[in-house]
């Protein structure tokens, strides 16, 4: 069956063929393979630090039409990349192990509306995206700090995050910080543990029954009519994201 990459980041228009994620967690890297999508595996950042060295929201920022932007040092995710042919533009600054260093790629873009901290998103990625709308906001993980529901919507704990999005005309759903596991620190985001596998469908690494706004995030989804399927029925697991880049090309599209 016919693909084509995703034009517009996150964002499908129809259902996935290829995903980029970590493959830390075989569990979850498995359940998104038995639902027929390709997993391309991150590879590891020796300058990350070691629980987040796998996260794909921190380790590429994919601008969509076959093109992402990849810190310099991660030649050999480059080459994995472009292996399934996404081109790559390399920053001249390698990634760092604390803030800001670390979040130059961590970009989140709904259809033509781009949030990010200036001052810690990698100038390649500001000047390639210089041509979408710009809402500057405190927060340097933006990609992770939000989930993408649809073009108008989006899920976060994030209060800056969900303040300017608003402002922008998203609806959000702000939900409590924390509840989401992630190794080594206190708790990770709502956005490293889902992704988009079709316009209709949300894919999370664990159960919404492990959030207290679980049912609130049902619900959100259920009036955008947006199905929530679980990876696993454990807790929700931050990976660094679920990156839908190809999806099915079809004769009516």
């Known amino acids: 069956m016919p693909e084509r990459f995703l ?26 393979q038995k639902l027929g999508i390709r997993a391309i595996a991150t590879t590891s950042s020796q300058n990350l630090p070691d629980p987040i060295r796998y996260h794909g929201d921190m380790l590429c920022c994919y601008l969509g039409d076959g093109f992402a932007v990849v810190p310099h040092g991660e030649e050999e995710l480059a080459r994995r990349l472009n292996y399934f042919d996404i081109q790559t533009i390399v920053t001249q600054t390698p990634l760092g192990k604390c803030y800001p260093e670390d979040a130059p790629c961590n970009i989140l873009q709904i259809a033509e509306k781009v949030f990010w901290n200036p001052k810690s998103a990698a100038p390649e990625i500001q000047q390639q995206l210089a041509e979408k709308q710009h809402f500057a906001v405190a927060q340097g993980y933006t990609r992770c700090a939000a989930a993408v529901v649809d073009a108008n919507s989006l899920i976060t704990a ?6 300017t999005a608003q402002k922008a005309g998203i609806e959000v759903l702000e939900i409590q910080p924390g509840h989401i596991q992630l190794p080594g620190y206190e708790y990770g985001f709502i956005g490293g543990c889902c992704g988009l596998a079709a316009p209709d469908e949300l894919l999370f690494t664990g159960s919404l029954k492990s959030h207290p706004d679980g049912r609130r995030i049902q619900e959100f989804l259920q009036q955008r009519n947006i199905t929530a399927i679980e990876l696993t029925d454990g807790p929700l697991l931050d990976i660094g994201g679920i990156l839908p880049i190809r999806e099915i090309a079809y004769d009516d599209d």
Do not use: I, K, T
């Not at 259902?15 to 569990?27: K, N």
């Not at 994030?158 to 303040?163: F, M």
């Open 7 to 32: 034009h517009s980041p996150n964002l499908p228009q129809s259902r996935v063929s290829m995903v980029l994620l970590s493959p830390e967690y075989p569990a979850v890297f498995q359940s998104v």
């Open 158 to 163: 994030d209060r800056g995050v969900s303040r």
